[in-house]
């Protein structure tokens, strides 16, 4: 897989956050959303696709859900739980849409944790493109696993505050 650093794709960036954040806020008017993923990161090198996080209280999960299902591709369904659900679109933007929806505070809540904590730590970031440089040739899977396994210890030693 190609890395491209996220900078050589601002404008792809930015249009497709502008599309998909009007359209979640058209079916989700009071959902909380932010954009998080590779993308979200200055200095960040991405495999060229867009994620967003869709933050909402346990009550409402089944009804966002139920609504992103509607408008949206299920993504992942492996990793689902009942706290925890993706979606995407790979062909609706000029880049493709990942979608995370999560129930604030469940142990899936850790995107902005993680967003927050690699802008701010320039030495961390530098070693998550290194492990996704080392890795963007392995097959799908392996590239996600590699990922994983980096913000599983990342995680060891940080908690979301």
């Known amino acids: ?4 650093p996220v900078a050589d794709l ?3 960036i930015a249009s497709t956050l502008e ?3 009007g359209r979640l806020r058209e079916v989700l008017p009071d959902a909380e959303i932010h954009h998080v993923g590779a993308t979200s ?14 933050r909402v209280d ?5 009804a966002v859900l139920k609504q ?4 949206f ?3 992942q369904p492996e990793n689902w739980s009942s706290t925890f659900g993706s979606f995407g679109d790979d062909d609706g933007y000029d880049l ?3 979608i995370q929806l999560v129930v604030r505070g469940a142990e899936e809540d850790v995107f902005l944790h993680q967003r927050d904590f690699l802008r701010d730590h320039r030495e961390v970031l530098d070693k998550y493109n290194q492990v996704k440089a080392q890795h963007a040739a392995d097959p799908a899977d392996g590239y996600w696993q590699a990922k994983n396994a980096f913000f599983s210890e990342l995680m060891k030693g940080i908690r979301p505050g």
């Open 1 to 4: 897989m190609k890395l491209t």
């Open 19 to 21: 599309s998909a954040l």
């Open 58 to 62: 346990s009550e409402h999960f089944a």
């Open 68 to 71: 992103l299902s509607h408008n």
């Open 96 to 98: 493709p849409l990942g």
């Open 73 to 75: 591709g299920r993504k």
């Open 41 to 54: 990161l200055p200095g960040a090198i991405t495999k060229g696709d867009v994620d967003l996080v869709v």
């Open 10 to 12: 601002a404008g792809q």
